[in-house]
């Protein structure tokens, strides 16, 4: 009985950890479709397109109109729409949805148009041959204000106020830094940034 006992919890765990994102995909798709129905029943209507479809044309309306939705929000994103988000929302976002950030700066990338930078992203020379991943997050006449996170979260870090004079590091862009926390250090070639910068 002992011999099931490890390869059981793990079979379990295993398949929670698949689920967990699955229902709530569902559960959101659920959510949408049942918020989109009233509107969908009006165009299947208006359309007359359950004689073409019969009893699913209000559910394929409703996926159309949630992958209408979504193109949109990438357009308007992409056209810089969000970009008058303010300092403070955007650094709120940061501390109470990192994964989403995260999530943002990795798909969206670095467009000039869609990035409102308030933190420059940098690889941070702490010693010879000894790199971190950082953000200046403020500017003074003397000093510069550092965030360090720990990888692969943004909720957790150090803060360090360094003058200006004795630090030393290399600009990158947000999809690189993000790319790195998020996959323990993957995804930047430190040499090619050192290169680049000299």
């Not at 699913?56 to 996926?63: E, G, H, K, N, S």
Request: proline share 4%; charged share 20%.
């Amino acid at each position: 009985m002992a011999k099931f006992k490890t390869p059981s919890r793990s079979l379990i765990i295993g398949g929670l950890f698949f689920l967990t994102p699955v229902l709530f995909i569902i559960l959101l798709l659920t959510k949408a479709i049942a918020l989109l129905t009233p509107l969908a029943i009006k165009i299947t209507k208006a359309f007359g397109l359950h004689s073409v479809f019969g009893g699913t044309a209000v559910l394929i309306v409703c996926f159309l109109l949630i992958i209408a939705i979504c193109v949109a929000s990438g357009y308007f994103i992409q056209k810089g729409v969000f970009k008058k988000w303010s300092t403070s929302i955007e650094e709120k976002l940061f501390v109470h949805f990192p994964s989403i950030q995260i999530l943002k700066y990795r798909m969206i990338g670095d467009q000039e148009l869609v990035i409102n930078e308030f933190w420059d992203a940098i690889i941070l020379e702490e010693e010879k041959d000894r790199y971190n991943i950082a953000f200046i997050t403020h500017t003074s006449e003397k000093f510069i204000t550092l965030f360090i996170p720990d990888a692969p979260r943004l909720d957790a870090g150090e803060v360090r106020y360094v003058p200006k004079e004795s630090v030393k590091y290399y600009p990158i862009t947000m999809k690189q830094a993000m790319s790195g926390l998020y996959c323990f250090g993957k995804g930047i070639d430190i040499a090619e940034v050192i290169n680049k910068a000299s």
